[in-house]
């Protein structure tokens, strides 16, 4: 199998940090072996710390990405969550320990060879998607681990499944891929995607290998560069950087924020 090798070297998908006050709630995130890197983002985890006395609300934004995840209370039923455009939120109760495998763009059909426009916005039961990989997790994690045990598992398991894919990333489509990440999804699909596809042809690879169109993964990596300045800042830099990233104005910009995230830029800074 050929990953696009040059994703993640522009791309680093960011999730909300779990800070609620009271929540007795812990995410993690650790790197896959280096092997598998331009096909999977990370492994993550999501526990709780202590017995919940009130609903958890888990929210997941908008990332370009798709994600594998189950419970290791019970692995037989494993999930696959596609693309998404909009955020999603999962209520959580009691205790819990959720596993998941974050795939790059491209990275979840390029390990499967499965249409990623098959799976997009909704979650589907792993098995009817990959009915051995549902195997794999139901009979290898079962009971209490550590995610570092974890990662080792995973990571044989899919370096065993990069050796026997055939699938390959077209060069064409990975260029035009390539130019969305560097200009953080400010633009013209028309004018700046010309790298040999046909309009048709650029759309059937999106919607292959993302799960999408190239205009809704545009907006998805737009809002996801945004975010992580907010992360990192704090700020939006004087408001000056939603303009930068080609939102006309500001409520065009709080509208989509609150689109991928579910919650207005304000409201999120703590403000």
Known sequence: MHTHSNIRSWYRPVQPT????????????ILPDYRLQNGIYCYWELKTTERLLNPFIYRV???????????????????VMGFCKSYTE???????????????????????????KQISNREEKLAAVSKDTSEFVAHHFPGRYALPEIKLKLDQYFIDLLNKSEVSVDKRFANALDIILQNNGEVNITKDLD???????????????IGDSAKT???????QKIFTEMSSNQALN????????????QPHFIKEFKKFYGLTPSKVLGR
Do not use: M, W
């Open 195 to 209: 790298t040999g596809l046909s309009e048709r042809q650029l759309r059937r690879y999106f919607d292959f290998y």
């Open 61 to 79: 934004v908008a990332d370009g990405c798709i994600d594998i995840f189950f419970s290791l209370q019970n692995p037989t039923e494993s999930y």
């Open 18 to 29: 779990v800070k609620e006050k009271g929540a007795f709630v812990a995410y993690r995130e």
């Open 90 to 116: 999962f209520p959580l109760n009691g205790t819990f320990h959720y596993v998941g495998i974050r795939f790059l763009p491209t990275g979840f059909p390029t390990f499967f060879n499965v249409d990623a």
């Open 238 to 249: 004087g408001n000056k950087l939603f303009y930068d990233l080609g939102y006309y104005d």
């Open 217 to 223: 993964f545009s907006r998805v990596v737009r809002f």
